[in-house]
């Protein structure tokens, strides 16, 4: 794991000895929140109680900039948003959603 001098992930390394799982659970514990950063821009908290494996974010108008990345037990993680188009309105709603859990995140606002 690398981060960066406030403690942020920046880049992660995984490897699954034996390939990923192949189990789905019912839920991984996955949550996650909309908040904003220092200057105002929108991002995703997100935390897990087991291993997501692959997660994605689902926010209608916005692009996630880091998707489909693989988040430890116990690890919390913020990814920026994007708007797909200028002058996009600020994001209301989102789902976030790990490869191994059955479960959608309806995320919530903070």
């Known amino acids: 794991r690398l981060r960066d001098a406030h403690g942020e992930t ?47 974010a689902e926010v209608p108008g916005w692009v996630a900039d880091d998707d489909a990345f693989h988040l430890g037990p116990g690890e919390e993680r913020r990814v920026a948003l994007r708007p797909e188009a200028p002058g996009a309105l600020p994001p209301s709603r989102a789902t976030v959603r790990a490869l191994n859990s059955e479960a959608v995140v309806t995320v919530r606002a903070t």
């Open 10 to 56: 920046v880049a992660h390394a995984w490897h699954f000895v034996g390939g990923l799982p192949a189990r789905r659970d019912a839920t991984v514990g996955l949550e996650a929140w909309l908040e904003r950063d220092a200057a105002g821009a929108p991002r995703l908290r997100m935390a897990t109680r087991a291993l997501a494996v692959a997660v994605r």
